[in-house]
Antibody
């Protein structure tokens, strides 16, 4: 059973960089066949896709966040990470990591982490 | 960019049928996936590729997709079905697109 677990600071100061890591267990990121995504949800709001990474390191980001987002992968640790720079209070949200099967023509998210709340405040 | 439109809320009487729509330009040409999210929990896939149920999802959940509207149907609605529901598609340019979400209330 694949499991994803987010980790990182729950409080980030404005203008700083938000950093989160997703640890994958029960399966290898290096096995290929999957996109590894970050998704966020502002309090009381809907889901916003941030971007994904493939095990090779290729990425695709939501154009609305592209200028501030970096997603990286560490296959040796079976982890992938999110960095969001120059954060403001508008970046306060629950951040989820999730997996999509890229071998499907229209991939869906089959596994999700439990989510982690990140608050941006001084 | 591709957009998906969902009603903010849908109400259904206990034991009746709920229908949650997801509108998009020619959405019938895409595969639509549906997620259920209960308060404080991560989303859970309930329908994939328009009408397929993952293992463990009750048969009461079904989906359809045609024209400009996809529909998630929940038959014999139960109190435990109260949740937010999100549709999602894969768009060739935008990649992942979510609908705004619909809050289902079971009366």
């Amino acid at each position: 059973q694949v499991q994803l677990q987010e980790s990182g600071p729950g409080l980030v100061k404005p203008s700083q960089t938000l950093s989160l890591t997703c640890t994958v267990s029960g399966g290898s990121i290096s096995s290929g066949g999957y996109y590894w995504s970050w998704i966020r949800q502002h309090p009381g709001k809907g889901l916003e896709w941030i971007g994904y990474i493939y095990y090779s390191g290729s990425t695709y980001y939501n154009p609305s966040l592209k200028s501030r987002v970096t997603i990286s992968v560490d296959t040796s640790k079976n982890q992938f990470s999110l960095k969001l720079s120059s954060v403001t209070a508008a970046d306060t949200a629950v951040y989820y990591c999730a997996r999509q099967n890229r071998l499907q023509p229209n991939p869906y998210f089959d596994y999700w982490g439990q989510g982690t709340l990140v608050t941006v405040s001084s | 960019s591709y957009e998906l439109t969902q009603p903010l809320s849908v109400s259904v009487a206990l034991g009746q049928t709920a229908r949650i729509t997801c509108g998009g330009n020619n959405i019938g040409s895409k595969n639509v996936h549906w997620y259920q999210q209960k308060p404080g929990q991560a989303p859970v896939l309930v329908i994939y590729r328009d009408s397929n149920r993952p293992s463990g999802i009750p048969e009461r959940f079904s989906g359809s997709n045609s024209g400009n509207t996809a529909t998630l149907t929940i038959s014999r609605a139960q109190a435990g079905d109260e949740a937010d529901y999100y549709c999602q598609v894969w768009d060739s340019s935008t990649k992942v697109v979510f609908g705004g979400g619909t809050k289902l209330t079971v009366l």
